[in-house]
């Protein structure tokens, strides 16, 4: 079929587009994406590598409209850890899991609407969050702190705070990954994971946030790539009629737009093809369809309009379900533009969130240690272990304590450690300095728990700084900052040099 849309088939191909939210390299709109937003494409989604700056990223979205008014824009902005608005500097706000230990819904709220206020003034208009995931096993790999907890009622109560304070901002929420990612140990960008249990258990666990996340008037939901066998024994949900069809639509009520995780992940594009997973989540009841985070490329775009095209010419996807899909989309552009002409005008945000910080305050814990080892003495050495990479939160966005303690003392040292460094005595260093010892999911990592009993073994009076799950708690002092943003980092350090 031919690039532009033409002939016979071009109805098709138009609603095909419109059901389509494919990402792009650059930080201006590439020219097949300004051809594509007149041909019928009706959504992009923005990447760190979209974003330079808040002035770049107003610009960004503005020729985007020009091209096509109600386009929707949509971003991976879940806060705390997953940051795409401030990848390059680490999230000023506070994630779902320090939210989730203050457990305060007016404050998960106000996050939240902060939040969507900063995100509407750069012109974004669907944010794939929050995460709604019940984070039950403490070794899952990729959800952790992006979870506000292990407790069900928990979740499901910041869940609800999070989708009214984000579309209080202005921006449409996307209530994630259903029907739960949380009890796995395999990260779905590498494979396929199985949730296990009954329905009893997904009823009273897994589901229970995506229930209030649609009570509380979610515009979106995005579906998991999960193999769930106690909801179908075959196919992910991201594939499933069983699940996007009997279970979120008939069962939980929920009218809005469906969309897929990323369709070129591995859990699902190894084993169905990259177009195959898309027509497969479109026929299944998906509406629109997530791409790009790796296949970013005109030709990728091209490759899932002609299967979506092919597959209705040949009877695999009904024509009917493409135009419902599309239908869907087009209402929750809809409510965009709705909710946009009803917000009040904002300046573009700063370089920080007074609210974030206030409540990664809030959030920091100080889990064992008598209060006299604290504030530390002076000028401290920093030794930060670096956990492997997380596809999710990405590489390129800072963390740790060191930057904001060095602001705050000068004189601040730092080493960081990752697996395959040689450390034998991580301690060495400090001489008579204050230690500190900043971990990610300790109990997660045994080459990191070796380390940290070693620099323990050396150093008794070192602080340790968990910014992850804290779910091993060790060292005279620990302190627990329930995620790795920058505002943690702040809070963190402010903790650890006192009043000033």
């Not at 594509?36 to 808040?54: P, T």
């Not at 034998?424 to 990592?445: F, G, S």
């Not at 940290?452 to 050396?458: F, S």
Request: charged letters at 20%.
């Amino acid at each position: 079929m031919s690039e532009r849309i033409v002939g016979a088939t071009g109805d098709l191909a138009a609603l095909a587009a419109a059901v389509l939210q494919p990402g792009f390299v650059g930080t201006t709109p590439p020219p097949w994406v300004h051809r594509w937003l007149g041909e019928g494409l009706g959504s992009v989604v923005l990447f760190a590598r979209n974003v330079a700056d808040h002035d770049q990223v107003a610009a960004l979205t503005a020729a985007l409209r020009a091209e096509r008014p109600d386009v929707i824009v949509a971003i991976d902005e879940e806060a705390g850890d997953v940051t795409r608005i401030e990848s390059a500097r680490g999230s000023s706000r506070p994630g779902n899991f320090a939210l989730g230990a203050v457990d305060d819904e007016a404050l998960t709220e106000e996050v939240a609407r902060d939040l969507g206020t900063e995100l509407a003034a750069l012109g974004v208009t669907l944010n794939y969050a929050p995460d709604a995931d019940v984070n039950s096993n403490p070794a899952n790999p990729v959800i952790g702190v992006r979870s506000f907890g292990a407790d069900p009622a928990l979740v499901a109560r910041h869940t609800a705070a999070w989708v009214r304070g984000l579309q209080a901002g202005g921006v449409a929420a996307c209530a994630k990954h259903f029907p739960g990612h949380g009890d796995t140990h395999v990260d779905s960008h590498h494979d396929l994971p199985r949730i296990d249990g009954d329905r009893a258990r997904l009823d009273a666990v897994e589901l229970a946030p995506f229930r209030a996340a649609v009570a509380a008037g979610a515009q979106a939901v995005m579906t998991g790539h999960l193999l769930v066998p106690a909801l179908d024994p075959e196919l992910p949900a991201t594939l499933s009629p069983r699940i996007l069809g009997g279970l979120l639509r008939d069962e939980l009520g929920f009218q809005g737009a469906v969309v897929t995780d990323a369709v070129e992940m591995r859990a699902v594009a190894d084993r169905y093809g990259f177009p195959g997973a898309a027509v497969r989540a479109l026929a299944a009841g998906a509406d629109a369809i997530c791409v790009g985070g790796e296949r970013a490329t005109e030709a990728d775009a091209i490759e899932l309009r002609d299967a979506i095209v092919a597959a209705v010419v040949a009877g695999h996807l009904p024509e009917e379900r493409l135009a419902e899909a599309a239908k869907r989309v087009g209402q929750l552009a809809a409510w965009t533009v709705a909710t946009r002409a009803g917000q009040p005008a904002t300046s573009r945000p700063g370089d920080v969130s007074l609210v974030g910080l206030a409540a990664a305050r809030r959030a920091l814990r100080v889990v064992t240690g008598p209060a006299g080892l604290l504030p530390l003495p002076g000028p401290a050495h920093v030794v930060e272990f670096v956990p492997p990479r997380n596809i999710a939160i990405g590489a390129e966005t800072p963390w740790g304590i060191a930057a904001p303690l060095a602001d705050l003392v000068p004189g601040t040292t730092t080493v960081r450690y990752a697996e395959d460094d040689a450390v034998a005595d991580p301690a060495a260093a400090a001489a008579d300095r204050p230690l500190v010892l900043v971990v990610r999911d300790l109990h997660r990592h045994a080459w990191m728990r070796d380390a940290v009993a070693r620099a323990l073994a050396a150093r008794p009076d070192a602080v340790v700084v968990e910014l992850g799950v804290p779910e091993l708690v060790t060292g005279a002092v620990h302190l627990a900052t329930h995620g790795a943003t920058r505002a943690a980092g702040y809070a963190a350090a402010e903790l650890l040099t006192g009043p000033r």
